[in-house]
């Protein structure tokens, strides 16, 4: 069932009751408006909508184990009918709903010149994020290689370096070299000197 037509079967509902100066059964309503296609229950939730929306519009008596079991009208009925009843309510509702649409389907359009600016804004945008980007892919290829030299360096070229106790060492080896040399010249010094004692002894004899 449509929303409109639950509008009109809602007036006809308080229609029916500001006919009449009693009390009367929803029973009523449903054999009047809407047996057999629909159930009593279905008419027990349009009245529960009509109290909803105003509990003036209509005076509700419980009874026979039902919540809205006895209606009546009120000083409130015939003047929301008046009005236009819950019909007129929906007509305006839609109304508002199509004024809506309409403005947002009439809506301004950008002008070429607009629309330009616009353009031009995001290139710029695409520009300046592009030359980040490769900054970052600088820096970052940058990093890369000075980490990669770094190793490579470590690995190939690692300088040969000593330990103290193997300094020492060398040195001792040095002097021991130095020492062992002035003996060595020593030593050449007393052959000599004494081959040419030797020698003056050789010419004395000769003579």
């Known amino acids: 069932m449509s929303e409109f037509f639950k509008a009109e079967l809602k007036d006809r509902f308080l229609e029916y009751a500001a006919d009449r100066d009693d009390y009367f059964e929803v029973q009523l309503l449903y054999d009047e408006f809407l047996r057999p296609n629909y159930s009593l229950e279905y008419v027990q939730g349009l009245v529960t909508e009509i109290i909803d929306y105003d509990a003036e519009l209509l005076d509700v008596m419980s009874g026979n184990g039902a919540k809205i079991f006895m209606l009546a009208s009120t000083p409130s009925t015939a003047d929301f009918l008046?009005?236009?009843?819950?019909?007129?309510?929906?007509?305006?509702?839609?109304?508002?709903?199509?004024?809506f649409f309409e403005q947002l389907s009439n809506s301004r359009r950008l002008t070429d010149?607009?629309?330009?600016?616009?353009?031009?804004?995001?290139?710029?945008?695409y520009k300046k994020e592009r030359r980040l980007l490769f900054l970052l892919i600088f820096a970052v290829a940058f990093s890369f290689l000075f980490a990669l030299s770094s190793i490579l360096k470590n690995s190939f070229f690692e300088d040969d370096y000593i330990t103290k106790e193997?300094?020492?060492?060398?040195?001792?080896?040095?002097?021991?070299?130095?020492?062992?040399?002035?003996?060595?010249?020593?030593?050449e010094e007393k052959l000599d000197s004494t081959d040419t004692a030797f020698k003056k002894d050789s010419v004395l004899v000769v003579e």
């Open 166 to 187: 193997e300094f020492e060492k060398r040195l001792n080896d040095l002097e021991r070299y130095q020492s062992s040399g002035e003996n060595l010249t020593l030593s």
């Open 82 to 99: 008046e009005e236009g009843g819950f019909t007129d309510l929906y007509i305006r509702e839609e109304e508002k709903w199509d004024t």
């Open 113 to 125: 010149e607009e629309k330009a600016v616009m353009t031009d804004s995001k290139k710029a945008s």
